[in-house]
Structures are given as C-alpha cells and as structure tokens.
DNA sequence: CCTTGACCTTCCAGCGGCTGGAAGCCTCAT
DNA sequence: ATGAGGCTTCCAGCCGCTGGAAGGTCAAGG
C-alpha cells in the first residue's frame, strides 16, 4: 500500500501520514524503490490515530492511547483515566468560551453599529469598564 | 517608564511586549541608554491590546481594532461587525467542543475502568464503532 | 524507446503567539 | 568597586501540521 491508497483510506494527509512516521507513531516498511509500504495494520494505526486525534486527542496522548490499544494486557482504567482527563479539558475550554461569548454577546448588543464612532465595544476595550465582568 | 514598569501596568509580560513591539502594534520611544521608553499612551495602547486579546481577538483583529480605536472618523458598524464575527466563531467552536464532550461523556461512561483490558473507548477509536456519532 | 503526468522521495520554511535562554550592557545601592 | 537586578538583542522551540522546491519512479500511450 502506497502513501497515497493509504491517505485515501484513513483520511488523513500524505503529509500528515509522513509526520506521523517521523514522530514515530507508525513505522511503514519500505519497498525496493524507497516508497513506503503500508500494512493494512499500519492503515489501522493510522485510522485509529485519525479518529483520536479529531475526538481532540493530543499527539502525545495519541501515542499512550495506541500503546494501551496494542497492550494486551492494559487496564482499561488507564484508558478511562485518560479519557476523563481530556473531557475535564474540554469542560473547562467550554466554560471559557461561554464567558467570552456572553462578554461579546452584551458589547456586541449594546453597539448600535451605525456611521457614528462612539462604541460601547472600544470602550470596554480601552478600560472605561462598561461591564468588564 | 521602563518596559518592566509599563509591564506590571499592563499585565502584558515584558517579553509579549518586546514581541508587540516587532510586529507593529506598538512604537515606543528609546531613550539614551537605548531602553525603551513608553508614554502613557503607549501603556494604555497595551492595556487595550492585554484587554482585546483576553477576549480572544486575534492579533490581526486586535492590529484592527486598535486602529479603529484611534480613528475618530470610524463608524461603530466595523467594530460591531468585527466583534460579532469573532463572536460567530467562539459559537462555533463552542459547538464542536460540546460535540466533542458528549461524544466523550458517552464513552467515558461505557468504560468500567478497571484492571481488565476490555475497554470501548478504544474500541471506538479502532473503529468498531460503538457509537461514532 | 520516449514522453508525459501522476505519483513518490527528502528537506526546509512558515503558520500564531508567544516563551525560554544565552550573552552582554546599564543602573543603582552599598 | 561590586553585586543584584534591570535592560538589550538574537536565536530556538512549542504544537501539529502545511506548502513548496528539487528530484526520483512508475505505468500508459504514441
């Protein structure tokens, strides 16, 4: 399997694809031509690191999960834990998110958005704390 | 004032200041010795620019509000638009977090956790899927 | 057999927004 | 005079790719 059969079938990148193997995350045999050669188990892999990746999965913690996925002998709680820690993260970002986005809903709103240059947003901007909280 | 005084004014790092420095957002004078001197416009510029990027704004949007700030010709219609489109993509991103979350939330969920090596999480991510969606 | 075009290879640079560290100058108090 | 703490510049690195240049390889068509 060529670079490109395998990008087609894991939806991710050539480039990504090559990254990967130089941070050690798949490790493709090559053939007489110096092409890499992709094993339907490094397609897996890579399958495998595509979908941790878009569920926010960080390279590092990609590179834990897809040795616990090749540990026979894991714990799934090690897995749990891991997966519990990402999901604290993402509350929190939410969290975050949500603040601004009520900061901006409130200035957003209370400019009246016209061809005059006094604004409600420029002022919270600059100090004089409209709201500020 | 010294960069280490309009530092602490500010809350910016002295080094984040250095680097607003370079790419334009801020000009300050020097003095003899060659240290930067900042005028207290300079510090409220920076105070400004702290505010804007705690609330997410890019620097470019930040380099645009700042100039939008100084124009006493402008019209609050380009702040508003500006902050309203920033305010669609934290909506957004919001969105796909909380995706991300319940998508996790369930696997977490179906994970027992403990020293055995069954685990759903895993088996998701090797694409049998358990829930995907 | 030659060309074309699609594929593959490596290597280097850049994105955003800082941040750390090295090496060296300046200033002020003792 | 000395030492601590500030200031200066410059270069490198973080993350996770992504783009591009320069060149090798392969299969099909003329």
Known sequence: MNIGEVSRAS???AKTIRY????GLVRPARGANGYRDF??????????????RSLGFSIEECRTLLSLYEDRDRAS???KALAAEHLDRIAQKID??????STLETLVTRCHGDDRPDCPILDDLAGRDALTA
Chains 1, 2 share one sequence.
């Open 77 to 79: 709680a090690d897995v």
């Open 96 to 101: 975050e998110l949500q603040a601004l986005k």
């Open 11 to 13: 939806g991710l990148p």
């Open 20 to 23: 990967y193997e130089d941070i």
């Open 39 to 52: 094993s339907d188990q490094d397609a897996h892999k890579l399958a495998f690191l595509g979908r941790s």
